[in-house]
């Protein structure tokens, strides 16, 4: 009987009419494994992932491949995006056995939720050196039967390296100058001059480095960093990782020049990056930062949020293929929905062909959209396809033209069979983009951003948030799921009520970040100073995980850094002050060494070393136009990780403001670091200067 009916994963309910009896991860399905006497099959992947639906397709649902599954296992299926914690534990073993990972993840477990068998993607059939998936059950199946001491001593004695994994963690002291000038050394040796971004192919968007390089920049002048983070954003937001109809970011890109990517698209790329090309913006006044800053919001409004104002996850990279235009309904020929194929293809949605743009846009136009998005008879992609790109930059002679040219390409593409879309809410992701969206729209006068993240932000709370401040990790349908929120729950969550905070002038969004990162201190921190990923009182796993490097979101470590450290800039607190530095000390020891993987932590480690800076802005009213003025001069302030407070002087909604009266009568700013202050000022320029690096 499979079991996923009725869950909250839009991922296992892609499998709830497989032929596999699958179960969720549940403590009745290890109870299940010991009753039969056989082992587990863990399936760990995500709604997005192209070789999760590839295996699923070839295995899952053939029923030849499932009885063999049924009768010698117990599957269970599991959403590495609902449970980041049981991806966290059985991906260790797979890296420790193998050298890598990826999902699809296939570990082997025995009853007592012991890994003993790893990989990733098995095909139907070997090829590549790679076993077919029935060979690898019948391999499990025979030595659990024939040689099951071996077995659980493997086991075993994988669990015991697990455990024996103690984190060094830098011993509390943050990192100071000389740390962070390794870091930016380390990241100068391994920057890719010609095509922006770190490192070889697949090329990820580096946006947590981004943010450490931008916050150098204002605090110490380094023109190399700026140039690094400045050259980056251009190239990728040039290529076809870059929507150029849409607006949004694709996962990752296959190749070193940002020409191809990984089609899918996540909340969390899109938050980030719209932020980083928001602060960008602030750092430059880039008109391209502008535009892909406001396309990439726009994106996650239109095409993420889900109908009770939250975020959905993602975008599938696949969707059903397109039927030649003679085929589809009303040209002659049967024709599927939408005019479909049935077929469903990565990159389906967003690839062109010449004779395609000819369609749409008759010749003259098509010849120059191929010579702008860069459509070759060739093709870039697959099967004579061109991902669009803007290979020779923005400068024609008619951009009305262009403009005329991106809108109907744009309504031709809506009539496409569309990605499907995984619409659970994640709170940490929606974090993120209440984040990326108070400050864009606060940056560039779009109050409907603002509404958009205070709508978000009202869901976490009546939705994700329970009477004790505890957080579900996911909801959907405005229900939430039944896992319990990790550290980068509480702590991206936190991160978005605190700009929020900033934004609106709403002091009860500074209340909600500190419920969370109260959990944080008292649920997630160890005596040391260390944080770990789960609770303290979370569900028990082999392992307990605690990992500080950013992966494609910052690290629930280094994120919780962050924000206890702007909570306690705007309240005094010492304590979540003195938490911050503690937890930065993996910065100090991972920054020199590996830099592209704690850039968050090199970002709040920017801001710890800058102050953070404090600014209060009070004025007669909150709508006054002076006070407004003030208030938008600090919050587009470069200085790293500064805080604002925005309201009237007899308000009770922030610490900051409290004692803070206005100067001669007239809205005042007052800006302090480090237990020192400088003179209130009124001037906006004035302000600016005291909020340079």
């Keep these: 009987m499979n079991r996923l009916a009725g869950v909250t994963s839009p991922y296992l309910l892609q499998h709830a009419d497989n032929p596999v009896d699958w179960w969720p991860w549940e403590p009745a399905a290890f109870e299940e494994a010991k009753r039969r006497d056989v082992p587990v099959l863990l399936s760990v992947g995500y709604s997005a992932c192209h070789w999760c639906h590839v295996m699923a397709h070839e295995s899952f649902e053939d029923e030849a491949t499932a009885a063999v599954m049924n009768e010698n296992f117990v599957s269970v299926k599991v959403d590495r995006e609902e449970r980041p914690d049981v991806d966290a534990v059985y991906m260790e073993a797979v890296q420790a056995a193998t050298g890598q990972g990826g999902w699809p993840m296939t570990v082997f477990l025995t009853p007592d939720a012991e890994p003993f068998y790893f990989g990733t993607y098995f095909p139907p059939d070997a090829r590549h050196g790679m076993p077919s998936f029935r060979q690898v059950l019948e391999g499990v199946r025979q030595a659990w039967a024939t040689r099951r001491d071996d077995v659980t ?51 990820f968007p580096p946006s947590m480095v981004i943010e450490f390089l931008l916050r150098h920049h204002a605090r110490t002048g380094s023109e190399g960093a700026l140039q690094m983070a400045r050259d980056t954003c251009e190239r990728m937001a040039r290529g076809g990782i870059y929507d150029q109809l849409g607006g949004g970011f694709a996962r990752y890109s296959v190749d070193r020049d940002w020409v191809v990517p990984h089609f899918e698209k996540m ?17 430059t006044g880039s008109g391209l930062a502008r535009r892909v800053a406001l396309e990439t919001a726009d994106f996650m409004v239109r095409e993420l949020r889900t109908d009770e104002g939250g975020f959905a996850s993602a975008l599938d990279a696949d969707s059903e293929e397109e039927a030649p235009r003679e085929a589809r309904p009303g040209k002659g020929g049967g024709g599927r929905r939408e005019g479909g194929t049935g077929r469903h293809v990565e990159g389906a949605y967003y690839v062109w062909t010449p004779d395609q743009l000819r369609e749409v846009l008759g010749e003259d136009d098509a010849e120059l959209a191929a010579r702008y998005y860069g459509v070759t008879e060739e093709g870039t992609f697959e099967h004579g396809s061109s991902v669009l790109r803007l290979p020779e930059g923005e400068g024609v002679s008619d951009a009305e033209r262009v403009a005329s040219i ?37 940056y560039f006068d779009r109050p409907d951003l603002v509404e958009a993240a205070v709508g978000a932000a009202d869901l976490l ?71 770990y990923d789960t609770a303290a ?14 992966n494609a979101t910052p690290s629930g470590w280094t994120a919780a850094a962050g924000a206890l450290l702007g909570y306690a800039a705007h309240t005094g607190s010492e304590a979540h002050r003195t938490a911050a530095e503690r937890a930065s000390g993996v910065v100090a020891a991972l920054g020199p060494r590996v830099p592209r993987f704690v850039g968050w932590g090199l970002a709040v480690a920017e801001a710890l070393l800058d ?26 302030a470069t200085a790293p990780g500064a805080v604002v407070a925005y309201g009237t002087p007899d308000s009770d909604e922030f610490p900051l403001l409290a004692e803070r009266p206005l100067a001669g009568g007239e809205p005042t700013a007052y800006v302090c670091r480090n237990f020192t202050c400088d003179a209130p000022t009124g001037d906006p320029e004035r302000l600016r200067a005291a909020l340079s690096g």
């Design 461 to 531: 709370v009546r939705v994700h948030l329970d009477e004790h401040a505890r957080l579900s990790r996911t909801s959907r349908d405005g229900r939430a799921g039944a896992n319990a929120g990790v550290l980068e729950d509480y702590a991206d969550v936190a991160e978005g009520f605190l700009a929020l905070a900033s934004v609106t002038g709403e002091g009860v969004w500074l209340d909600f970040a500190g419920l969370l990162l109260d959990h944080v201190l008292t649920r997630f921190t160890d005596d040391s100073g260390a944080l």
């Design 537 to 550: 009182d979370a569900e028990e796993l082999i392992r307990r995980p605690q990992d500080p490097t950013d």
């Design 153 to 203: 001593d493997v086991a075993r004695k994988i669990v015991r390296d697990l455990a024996g994994r103690e984190l060094t963690h830098g011993g509390g002291r943050a990192p100071g100058e000389e740390e962070l000038a390794q870091a930016l050394l380390g990241l100068t040796r391994e920057y890719d001059p010609q095509r922006g971004g770190f490192g070889g192919a697949p090329k």
């Design 267 to 283: 909340l969390y790329d899109n938050a980030l990056l719209c932020r980083v090309y928001a602060h960008l913006w602030r750092a």
């Design 611 to 636: 102050g953070p800076r404090e600014v209060a802005v009070v004025g007669p009213s909150p709508q006054d136009a002076a006070a407004k003025a003030l208030h938008r001069t600090a919050l587009l």
């Design 406 to 442: 991106r809108r109907r390409l744009f309504d031709s593409r809506a009539r496409r069979p569309a990605p499907g879309r995984d619409d659970k809410v994640v709170a940490a992701w929606n974090g993120l983009a209440i984040a990326a969206l108070a400050e864009t729209g606060a």
